[in-house]
């Protein structure tokens, strides 16, 4: 009784019907109703109900014997009319003969991980359209100057896929004579975290042109989404 009504996350139990045997505290606080008005109805009157068919689906199984438990992540309606999302842990209790006797659900509010991941997936596309579309040349190279990254821009600008480029060192496309000041920037760099540093100088095209191009490198090394340089070319 006391891990039921101290589980930080909702706990219930629920009849074979869908009604609310048992609810605990943290279940109320998810969907806003209090304990007794929760145990005077089922589960299907706070599911929203586009989600309904697929409760029924997995209950339909239980109760055939083809199911010992289930996990879904569906919505409740809250009192207030918001949506809450949740991830629904379900086990199925027997009886000695291996009927239905109830089922045990433990229930995780995932509302704000779905908001984060839906604004990061959001920030991400933006990324991927400016990178994508941009002319401006976006790569990033590790430690010792190898290109991990680098955007489709340098295929238009550069006349080079940038895919076949990956694990090469990148000064060996800069021109010798402006290869020792480009080098000797980013080793001055290597001990500054966020240190920026900008020159300009000629990187080879696939033509076997040179082209002036300005370059702002930034270390990032010690950023463990980009363990690099992140430099901006133009």
Request: aromatic letters at 8%; charged letters at 20%; proline letters at 3%.
């Amino acid at each position: 009784r006391l891990i039921f009504e101290a589980a930080p996350i909702g706990m219930s139990l629920v009849a074979a019907d869908g009604h609310f045997l048992r609810v605990n505290p943290a279940l109320c606080a998810i969907v806003g109703y209090s304990a007794e008005e929760l145990l005077g109805t089922n589960f299907q009157a706070i599911t929203y109900i586009d989600d309904l068919d697929m409760d029924r689906d997995e209950i339909e199984r239980s109760i055939a014997g083809t199911l010992d438990g289930f996990i879904i992540v569906k919505r409740y309606v809250h009192r207030l009319g918001n949506i809450v999302w949740v991830e629904v842990n379900v086990a199925v209790a027997r009886d000695a003969h291996g009927n239905l006797a109830h089922f045990v659900s433990q229930i995780l509010d995932i509302t704000e991980r779905r908001s984060v991941a839906a604004t990061l997936a959001a920030s991400e596309a933006r990324f991927a359209a400016l990178v994508e579309h941009g002319s401006d040349l976006i790569s990033i190279a590790d430690s010792d100057g190898r290109l991990i990254y680098a955007s489709p821009a340098y295929l238009t600008v550069l006349g080079f896929d940038p895919a076949e480029r990956i694990g090469q060192p990148m000064q060996d496309r800069v021109h010798p004579d402006d290869r020792p000041r480009v080098v000797s920037l980013v080793e001055a760099l290597e001990g500054i975290p966020g240190g920026t540093a900008t020159a300009q100088f000629r990187y080879a095209h696939a033509n076997g042109t040179w082209r002036w191009v300005e370059a702002t490198i930034t270390n990032r090394l010690e950023d463990s989404a980009v363990l690099g340089y992140v430099i901006n070319t133009r």
